[in-house]
RNA sequence: GCGCCCGUAGCUCAGCUGGAUAGAGCAUCGGCCUUCUAAGCCGACGGUCCCAGGUUCGAAUCCUGGCGGGCGCGCCA
C-alpha cells in the first residue's frame, strides 16, 4: 500500500530533521491536481521547529525517496505548505489486482482481539407494530454492527424487550376492553390504553380461539391470558417485520428475566453497598448528581415497587458480566434523559465511566408530494416500518434511513424513494453494480484477470476511479470509528456515480475507444480486471448496508405479460 | 429556566485530526441522445457556512455569548 510506504518514508525523514510527530496525516486530496496523497505535516511542525511551512515542506520533498521503491513519481510543495505525491501509474493500477485478490474481504480488516462489541438496538416494547423510529432505528443499529464487524471487532447485536412493565399492562386491558366490545359489551378503553387497530384485531383474534368465556373474570386469568396472547402476537409481528427488513438479532434478552433471576435484587444491593443509596419521601433514591446527572434519582418508588431505572442499569450489567465491555445503544434521542442515570447507576457499582456508549438519533417525518405525511393519533394508527417496505421495498426503506447522520432529524421522501431511475441512490448504486455485471456476461463471464496490463489503465476517468475504489478500506474504517453509516452510502452514491460516468464514457455508439470491449485484446484484459474490481468493491459496500446487489435488473415496463391483463 | 442535538446552495443534506478554489443529490436552465440492456448523457447557474466576538500561519470545523428549531427535564417507560 503506497499510503504506508510514504508515511514511513516520511517519519525517517522527519526523524533526521529532528522531528517526530506523533502520527502522520496523510489524506487523499479533492483535486486531481494535488496527486494521489497530500500531507500537511510541515504545516504542524512550523511551530515546533520554528521555521517556515514552505522551508519544511521543500526540505523533506527534496529528501523523498521517489522511484519504484515508494511507488511515489514526484512529491511537489504547495499552497501553504503541502506536500502533494503523485503516484506512478503502476502504482495506482496494482489497486485494481489488490481487489480482485482480496474479493469478498477486500476492505475487510483482520479480527482484532479487543473486546467484544454489544450493539444494542431498536428494543421495542411488544405492544404495537414498528413505527418509523424503530425502522430507523434497526437501519442503523445493523448497518453499525456490520461496519464495526468489517472493521475487525466482534459483535453481537441484541433486542431488549420490555415486557415486564407497565405498558405490558395497559396492553392487556386495550385488548381486554376491545374483547368485550367485540361482543358488544360496553367498556370503554383505559384513558392510556393503545387505540390502534392491530389490538382490535388482535382482541378478535382472542375472542375467535376462546369465545365468549371471559365477559365474566373475576380472578383476572382471562385478563392474563390476553395479556399472553398479544404479547406473543405482538412479537410474532414485530419479528416479521424485522425479517422482512433484514435483521437479525443474536439475541433477545427479555427484561422479565431480570426479575426471576434476581438479577434486580442483587443491583438493589450493590447499590447500597455503593453508600449513595438513601430513603426521602418515602421512596429509596440512588445519589446519580455523584456522577453527573442533572438529579438524583428515585430507584424504589413508595409502594415498593421498581422504577424503570434498576432493571435498565441491573440489564447493562449483564453487558459487562457477559464480557461485553463495549456496548453501543441505539436510541431515539427522546430518551437521552436517560444516559447519565444509566451511567451513573453504572459508575456507583464500579464500572467505568462512558459505559456504554450511545448513538442516539433524532425523528423521523415522510413527505409526499412537498407534504408531510400526517397519520391520525386519535385512533391510535400511524406510519409503521411495514407500511414503507410495502411501498417502496426493503433496500430503499434502509438506505433512506442510514442516508443521513443520526443527530439529524430525517425527512423520508416518498416520492424519492419510489423513484427508480439513477436519481434515487439505491437504484444507481444496483445499476452501476448490474451494469459491470452484464459488461462481464457480455466478455464470456471468464473470471477478471489480477494480471493484466494493467498500467494500461492510465487515463484520468481510470486513475480517479481506481483511487476511489482503492479508499473503500479507509471508508469502513472512518464509518465505523464515527459510528456513521450515513458516510458509507455518501461513499458509495458517489462511487457508483463515477462507475456511471466511466460506463457511460466508454459507451461504444460514441466513444468506441474508450470501451471495456475493445479489440485491443492487452487493454481489454485490463479493463475487464478494472470491471471486476468495480463489481467487487460495490458489491461489498452494498452488502456492509445490508443491500443486495443484483446481477441484472428488471425493467418496472417489462409487465409484458402476453395474453395476460 | 436547565440539559442534549441541529442550523451550510431554492429544497434535502455531506464536509475526516482545523488545511488548498466549501461539495453532492434534487429542482431550474442550456445542449445532446437511445444505450458494452437498464427508465438517459454532458454542462451551466446557484453560498453572509444563523449572528457577534475569540483562539492561530490557517476556522463551516475549536472556545464564549446570542438568535432560531427539535427533544428531554415524573415515585411514567
Known sequence: MPQEQIRSSLSVILEEMGASPPSIHLERPKDPDHGEWASNVAMT???????????????????????????????????????NFRLSTDAVTRTVATILEEDADFGRQAVSDEAPVLVEFVSA???????????????????????????GNRVSREFYYNDAGRQIERLALSVQ????????????????????????????????????RWLDDPEGAGLERMREFAVTRLRAEQDLDLNTFGVRFDRYFLESSLY????????????????????????????????????DRVMIKSDGSATYFLPDV????????????????????????????????????????????????????????????KFSK???????????????????????????KPEAHLVFDLDWAADESDKNPVYKAK????????????????????????ELLSSEIERELIQQLGSFPELVERAAAHRAPHLACDWLEHTAGQVNAWYHHGNPARNPGGAVLVDDPDLRAARLALTGAIRVVLRNALTLLGLDAPERMERAESDDEPGEG
Request: with cysteine; net charge negative.
Open 314 to 373: 441491573a440489564y447493562h450489567v449483564t453487558k459487562w458480566e457477559r464480557g461485553f465491555h463495549r456496548a453501543i445503544n441505539v436510541q431515539g434521542s427522546d430518551h437521552h434523559g436517560t444516559v447519565d442515570r444509566v451511567r451513573a447507576g453504572l459508575r456507583a457499582l464500579g464500572l467505568p465511566e462512558g459505559y456504554p456508549e450511545y448513538v442516539l438519533h433524532q425523528m423521523v417525518t415522510v413527505e409526499r408530494g412537498g407534504e408531510e405525511v
Open 431 to 454: 445499476y452501476a453494480h448490474a451494469r459491470v455485471c452484464s459488461i462481464l456476461r457480455k466478455a464470456g463471464g471468464a473470471a477478471p484477470d489480477p494480471d493484466a496490463s494493467l
Open 125 to 151: 416494547n411488544p405492544t404495537g407494530l414498528l413505527h418509523l423510529g424503530h425502522g430507523r432505528q434497526a437501519a442503523l443499529g445493523d448497518a453499525l454492527a456490520s461496519l464495526l464487524e468489517w472493521a
Open 177 to 212: 376492553a376491545r374483547y368485550h366490545q367485540h361482543f358488544g359489551r360496553e367498556m370503554p378503553l383505559p384513558e392510556d390504553g393503545y387505540r390502534g387497530r392491530i389490538v382490535s384485531e388482535i382482541a378478535a383474534e382472542f375472542a375467535e380461539a376462546e369465545g365468549e
Open 45 to 83: 511542525l512550523a511551530s515546533t521547529l520554528r521555521r517556515s511551512p514552505r522551508q519544511i515542506a521543500e526540505e523533506i520533498a527534496a529528501a523523498f525517496p521517489t522511484g519504484a521503491q515508494t511507488g511515489v513519481a514526484s512529491v511537489e510543495v504547495a499552497g501553504p505548505g503541502f506536500l
Open 378 to 404: 386519535r385512533d391510535g394508527d400511524y406510519l409503521t416500518l411495514r407500511d414503507l417496505v410495502d411501498e417502496v421495498g426493503r433496500d430503499v426503506t434502509r438506505y433512506f434511513f442510514l442516508m443521513r
Open 260 to 295: 426471576t433471576e434476581g438479577r434486580v435484587e442483587t443491583t438493589v444491593e450493590g447499590l447500597r453497598e455503593s453508600g449513595l443509596v438513601y430513603e426521602k419521601d418515602g421512596a429509596v433514591w440512588l445519589r446519580t448528581t455523584e456522577f453527573g446527572d442533572q438529579k
